[in-house]
């Protein structure tokens, strides 16, 4: 069955016009107070929609105020160096988002002007902009009824329509945003979104959801049969490798400490670190062995100093913190270098790398 087909079994004698002016009534009411929500300017909602991926609210306020201070128009963005706009995402994690945005900034400085295109096809096919981020800026920038359908929206719909297919496969995106399509406000599409949004944000949460305080309960299948809890279905997610590590705190005689930048492509691309080397590849006792032959330095290894965890989506970072001070040898190491702890503090470092800052002496 074509998802236009299912869409039309699953909204069947459901009052879609009730559940517009519901939403957006309640949205236009009771909306958070929001930086990005000050004007539609294109570029401020697409900022605030790359930081808000997998990311709260409350997390990007600051990033988002100080990111605009820094970058307030596509041209300033554009003209930015990396390591500088690396350095205003850092602690918000997932850094290829910022990579992404800035590449695709670039693009629309030179091909558009510094317009943010507003046609769907232009829109789509710049860098790190996926079909909830177009949806989003079309919608609310350009006033143009496309949808924005992240996890939030898909369990807004799952329970209000009762709606029991998996999440986690793509081919339910495809059936929410066809649902999107359909429900939609076309006379205004911003508040729409928007208040889908802000509803799962607020009020139908992934957990304990506040169904009396609702402003679609009335309409709501999964409240009017108890199971708002068993919505959304969702298969478990694969389990995180763990992944060893021994993190080296190196000093050379003039105190000054041992970083590295990371390479351009993969995780962290492009972020400064401590010297780290995976226990899966080498033995704790061969350090000092590894360290001289990729490093050309010879060391006094200390203790153990301090335990880091670190979790990403797919993996987690166990790293144990060890000092250590040269006694020989130069450094040949391309991307390393030794610096003092000024200078440390001015360099984009990821989180779980920044945990270890409390150990340079001021």
């Avoid at 069947?12 to 957006?24: A, G, T």
């Amino acid at each position: 069955m074509k998802n236009e087909q299912r869409v039309q079994h699953i909204v069947e004698d459901f009052d879609e016009n009730k559940f517009r002016d519901s939403l957006i009534n309640w949205f236009k009411t009771e909306q958070r107070t929001l930086p990005w929500r000050d004007n539609q300017d294109p570029y401020r909602v697409w900022i605030s929609e790359i930081m808000l991926q997998q990311t709260r609210v409350d997390t990007v306020i600051p990033y988002f105020n100080n990111f605009l201070t820094k970058f307030p128009t596509p041209e300033a963005l554009a003209e930015a160096d990396e390591q500088e706009v690396l350095k205003a995402w850092e602690g918000l994690g997932y850094y290829s988002r910022a990579r992404n945005l800035q590449n695709a900034v670039c693009e629309v400085v030179e091909a558009y002007g510094g317009i943010v295109p507003s046609d769907p096809d232009e829109l789509g096919k710049l860098k790190g902009v996926g079909p909830y981020t177009k949806g989003a800026i079309l919608s609310i920038a350009y006033d143009l009824p496309e949808p924005a359908v992240d996890g939030n929206v898909m369990r807004v719909l799952s329970r209000i329509l009762k709606v029991e297919d998996d999440i986690a496969k793509q081919s339910t995106r495809k059936l929410f945003e066809a649902m999107v399509y359909r429900l939609i406000s076309k006379s205004d599409p911003s508040s729409f979104n928007q208040g889908m949004m802000e509803l799962g944000a607020l009020i139908c949460t992934p957990k304990s959801p506040s169904c009396l305080l609702c402003p679609v309960q009335e309409q709501c299948r999964a409240f009017s049969e108890g199971i708002e809890t068993e919505l959304p279905v969702k298969s478990s997610k694969k389990k995180q490798k763990k992944l060893p590590f021994v993190t080296l705190f190196v000093q050379n005689e003039s105190g000054e400490v041992l970083v590295e930048k990371r390479p351009d492509q993969g995780l962290l691309a492009s972020m400064w670190q401590y010297p780290m080397v995976p226990l899966t590849d080498v033995d704790e006792a061969d350090v000092r062995t590894w360290f001289y032959g990729e490093y050309g330095l010879t060391l006094e290894i200390g203790e153990s100093i301090d335990k880091v965890k670190h979790v990403f989506s797919h993996l987690i970072w166990e790293m144990q913190v060890v000092p250590a001070v040269v006694t020989g040898g130069e450094l040949d190491r391309e991307r390393a270098e030794f610096v003092d702890s000024k200078k440390i503090f001015e360099l984009p470092f990821p989180v779980s790398h920044q945990k270890i800052h409390k150990h340079i002496n001021p």
